[in-house]
């Protein structure tokens, strides 16, 4: 199976950015540890800061891979172009965050992107992507 994440902004500074709320982990290191977790399965990893970025990845994604995971951080709660995207692609996508965003600002409470998605696991640290992986490899 071969499923890309994909990273929205300022996801690129993890381990250095609120590392009370994101952890101490750059996700490039974690990545590593999920690739050799999970050695049957092709994994591939996109980060972008742009909105439009994020789009165009979404419409490539759609014939290249099986699955996708996405955070796309601050855009979910702003991105009506993002959950488009997602409804537009056939493949599935799975939102993830990796703080619970429920327990947070108000504004973090909505998602224009969850409606579109196959799932939404939201708040178990870095183990959400774990989690989104572990999903799509059940039957
Ligand atoms: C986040 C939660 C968002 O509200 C925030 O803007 C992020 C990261 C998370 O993974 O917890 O940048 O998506």
């Not at 800061?49 to 891979?65: Q, R, W």
């Not at 939102?95 to 965003?101: A, F, G």
């Amino acid at each position: 199976m071969k499923i890309l994440i994909i990273n929205g902004p300022n996801l690129n500074m993890l381990g250095k950015r609120e590392p009370e709320v994101y952890g101490s982990q750059p996700f490039e290191d974690y990545f590593t540890t999920l690739q050799f977790k999970f050695k049957a399965t092709e994994l591939s990893y996109f980060q972008s800061n742009i909105e439009g970025e994020l789009i165009s990845k979404l419409h490539v994604a759609n014939d290249s891979f099986d699955a996708i995971i996405l955070n796309a951080a601050a855009y979910t709660h702003t991105s009506v172009g993002l959950g488009d995207a997602i409804a537009s692609i056939e493949k599935p996508v799975i939102e993830v965050h990796i703080s619970n965003t429920f327990a947070r600002e108000a504004y973090r409470h909505h998602s224009y992107l969850s409606k579109y998605c196959k799932g939404v696991i939201v708040g178990f640290g870095l183990k959400s992507y774990d989690l989104a992986i572990e999903s799509f490899l059940m039957k």
